[in-house]
């Protein structure tokens, strides 16, 4: 055996799947009695528990809560308070959660040791991807990851994404090399500030070594596939360096610049004319197979909003790649992995790991009716990690060691069977979320207010806003929100309708929407300008008839606020009359 592959720790990671899983109750006791030992003297838990450890006494009193109940604890702690009030331990940063509240970032609390927590659950990827596609250890993987500005609060503590967080640290500078995580990117160009910088970088390492690549990927698909649009964009200039030897000046980044030299050491025109010839001819479907012909998964986030994105990838993999989804994890926690990582991205299943915090579970009574937030959840109708039943649907609840204590993680999920003693679980969709790109998640209730401010504009202009519904459009890179507007006139002679007043329109909705969103248009520019499509007279009438024909009551008919496919969106797009875009980006500060 060549001394080294890295298999007895394979083995070894995989043995401990085995047990966890098996122990997956004793596992979960030992969790929550080792939080609440180490949490009982914080104000939280005090004021439910009086001091007491005992797990009986948490059951019964710790209430399930939303962010509104932590954000008062977390803005405390943020301006200079102690982190005993919520938890054992120094709360070293805050994740910023793709998740809003009132239009603000939602912030985790995290301890030092969370990272050891998440560098577990990564530990287990390259185990499990060995066993079912060999030879992963004879090349390169081509991830592109970036990483997001970091702030800090008044009192110092850093707030960053927790993916920023996992890179910056010594976890992940400092791992270990071995061949099952031979990186193209080089960690400088991953942890540079500028996403088009580093994007460029990642994109021409991933070219130079394209024969060495084994794995492509990224987070989410998104990223995935933003990073593709760019090289669409770019190859020539790509092309250019790597004929030249000579990284571009619009790199200006000294760290990612230096990191480069390595790569672009000498001119190489025999790579240059390969990469020009294939990007150069005709339709991009299947580019990725033919740039890096030795692939053997693209790995990404594909599943829950992702979905929308598998399309994109099949034309650009020529559908021959396979798409692999491997974790499900978030700010609050990281959850678990997919013990069948080729299947298809519509089949995937995540079994949850016992050991990254304490696991229950709203039942879904009515199907998929979730609680509102502020609905009251009864302590008494939480189900515990091993006790959900396959074929239910669920909301997740989790208790970390960072000072949540059963907090709705506002995701719904549904039990497709059990590895062992642990339940897998397929992603179903996030609570109320109707519209999201990138890691903007906007709910009914968001899009609403955004429109009834928006819709005032009209009002000013004697017209009114019939009817509208939304749509995410990802068929451009990035994609972009639209709305279906139907509008009328109040008045007789009143002056048309201009692309200045609709515009003006776009971009109110989008000033309206919350932080994520308007970062991702203004900052990462991830998500493209909102556009309002304007439908003839009746066209939402001629949708109504369409979904009673379809089966709705029309007792119960209601306007779907979100459209997805098929034959509603082509029949609203067949009524278009008139489409607008925002003008400009949303405001968006740090
Ligand atoms: P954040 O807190 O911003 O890291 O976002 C975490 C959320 O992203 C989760 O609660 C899920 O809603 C979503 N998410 C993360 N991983 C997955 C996955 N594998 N499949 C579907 N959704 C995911």
Redesign the pocket.
């Known amino acids: 055996m060549d001394n080294n592959k890295p298999c007895y720790k394979i083995n070894d990671a995989l043995q401990e799947l085995e047990m966890l899983a098996v122990n997956a109750k004793e596992a979960q006791q030992l969790i929550l009695t080792k939080i609440l030992e180490r949490n009982q003297a914080s104000e939280y838990l005090r004021k439910f528990m009086n001091g007491s450890t005992n797990i009986s006494t948490f059951m019964r009193n710790v209430p399930v809560v939303t962010y509104d109940v932590v954000q008062p604890y977390i803005a405390r702690i943020s301006s200079g308070e102690d982190s005993s009030i919520l938890c054992g331990e120094r709360i070293v940063e805050l994740?910023?959660?793709?998740?809003t509240s009132r239009g603000e970032p939602?912030l985790?609390p995290a301890i030092s040791e969370d990272l050891d927590r998440r560098t577990y659950l990564y530990s287990l990827l390259m185990p499990i991807m060995n066993k079912y596609v060999s030879g992963l250890d004879e090349g390169k993987a081509m991830y592109l990851l970036f990483v997001k500005a970091e702030t800090l609060t008044s009192s110092g503590i850093p707030v960053r994404?927790?993916?920023t967080s996992y890179y910056k640290s010594p976890h992940f500078l400092h791992r270990k090399h071995d061949l099952y995580n031979n990186y193209t990117s080089p960690d400088e160009v991953i942890l540079c500030p500028d996403s088009q910088q580093s994007m460029y970088c990642q994109l021409l390492c991933g070219l130079v070594e394209r024969q060495h690549v084994l794995r492509l990927g990224a987070v989410?698909a998104s990223a995935f596939l933003r990073s593709i649009s760019f090289l669409e964009r770019y190859w020539c200039d790509l092309v250019n360096d790597i004929r030249l030897g000579k990284l571009n000046s619009s790199v200006t980044d000294t760290a990612c610049r230096l990191a480069m030299v390595h790569f672009l050491a000498l001119p190489n025109p025999e790579l240059a004319d390969e990469l020009e010839e294939i990007c150069s001819c005709g339709p991009w479907r299947g580019i990725l197979g033919r740039l890096w012909p030795n692939v053997k998964y693209i790995e990404a986030?594909?599943?829950?909003?992702?979905a929308q994105y598998i399309p994109m990838l099949e034309f650009y993999s020529g559908a021959r790649i396979p798409l692999v989804?491997?974790?499900?994890?978030?700010?609050?926690s990281y959850?678990g992995v997919?013990l069948r990582p080729l299947c298809k991205p519509t089949d995937?299943s995540?079994t949850i790991l016992p050991n990254m915090a304490y696991f229950e579970f709203i039942p879904l009574e009515d199907g998929l009716r979730v609680t509102e937030d502020d609905e009251v959840v009864e302590n008494d109708k939480l189900v515990n990690l091993v006790d959900v039943k396959v074929g239910c649907y669920y909301e997740?609840v989790v208790t970390t060691f960072s000072g949540l204590y059963r907090y709705r993680?506002?995701?719904v999920l549904l039990v497709t069977g059990f590895y062992n003693c642990a339940p897998q679980f397929k992603?179903i969709c996030?609570r109320n979320?109707i519209l999201s790109i990138d890691?903007d998640?906007t709910n009914e209730e968001d899009l609403h207010n955004s429109v009834t401010r928006a819709k005032k504009i009209l009002e000013d202009r004697n017209y009114i806003l019939l009817e509208y519904t939304s749509y995410t459009d990802t068929s451009t890179v990035p994609g972009h929100y639209v709305l279906f507007w139907e509008i009328k006139s109040t008045s007789e002679g009143v002056t048309p309708l201009d692309a200045e007043l609709l515009e003006s329109c776009c971009i109110s909705v989008e000033e309206s929407l919350d932080y994520i969103y308007r970062r991702c248009r203004a900052h990462d520019k991830s998500v493209g300008p909102l556009e309002i499509r304007l439908v003839e007279a009746g066209a939402f009438d001629a949708l109504m008839d369409l979904l009673v024909s379809q089966g709705s009551s029309i007792n119960q008919y209601k306007t779907p606020r979100c459209i997805e496919s098929g034959l509603a969106l082509k029949l609203l797009n067949s009524k278009v009359i008139a489409s607008f875009f925002s003008p400009r980006d949303p405001e968006w500060t740090m």
Do not use: I, Q
């Open positions: 994740l910023r959660s793709s998740g939602r985790m994404s927790v993916l989410f986030v594909l599943t829950g909003t992702m989804c491997t974790m499900y994890a978030s700010s609050e959850f997919n995937v995540y997740l993680v506002g995701d992603f996030r979320v890691s998640k």
